[in-house]
């Protein structure tokens, strides 16, 4: 049986991958931050875990509760948006705090905590990323701090590629999506993109660890 893990799965497209791999027969293991959703994700078949990804102690217990299982597939799908202010605004100390936390340290912590354990299963480690963390087309500032978080995590993770060579590590474009923070107006629905990153994980080549993906194929621009 192929093992996922799941970092952020209280709603949203990190429930969605619970829900498709469980249909998919994977064990899933899953994370939320509060004991209601955590109760909630037992009760729908995955083995579900209290986790705060911006509190390095309570990361820190993921290889233990996981009890050395091997790693088919792990999606960091932990982050916050934060802010819709542009470069004509200095953001607050604690909102960059915030957002640079859940979005990069949280991912820096997780990845020599759970990649031996993908290494060993030659599996896939993936972090949700966005178009707004490409330099190369940005044209706005709006949501700067947000854009610099998932610039960092794509740097972070392209680097951390290099140190394990036996498993595949990629950050990911989810589109714009129906979700919390996507809103309502997004025009892809939570189903068809995590159906179209599941594409692409799948797809994905050892010579392609490090890359940047976008949900409906694409290789994105740095």
């Known amino acids: 049986m192929r093992t996922a893990l799941i970092i952020g799965a209280s709603r949203g ?4 991958f619970v829900r498709q791999l469980l249909a998919d027969s994977y064990k899933v293991f899953a994370t939320a931050r509060d004991d209601a959703t955590v109760e909630a994700l037992k009760q729908e078949g995955a083995h579900a875990m209290k986790i705060d990804v911006t509190v390095a102690e309570s990361l820190a217990s993921l290889p233990w509760q996981l009890d050395g299982e091997r ?5 960091y799908v932990a982050g916050v948006f934060g802010s819709y202010a542009g470069a004509t605004e200095a953001p607050a100390v604690a909102e960059f705090d915030r957002v640079m936390h859940a979005n990069v340290l949280g991912a ?5 905590l759970l990649a031996p354990a993908v290494e060993e299963a030659k599996g896939t480690f993936v972090f949700l990323t966005s178009v707004m963390g490409s330099i190369g087309v940005t044209t706005a500032s709006m949501g700067w701090v947000y854009r610099a978080s998932k610039a960092a995590l794509n740097m972070a993770v392209k680097a951390a590629s290099m140190d394990y060579p036996h498993a595949k590590l990629m950050v990911i474009h989810p589109g714009w999506v129906k979700t919390e923070m996507g809103g309502p107006s997004a025009p892809t629905s939570v189903q068809d993109s995590v159906a179209g990153m599941r594409k692409v994980i799948s797809g994905l080549k050892q010579s392609e660890s490090g890359s940047f993906h976008s949900f409906d194929g694409q290789t994105m621009v740095w």
């Open 13 to 16: 497209i990190g429930r969605e």
């Open 71 to 75: 790693l088919d597939l792990v999606v």
């Open 108 to 112: 820096m912590h997780a990845i020599p």
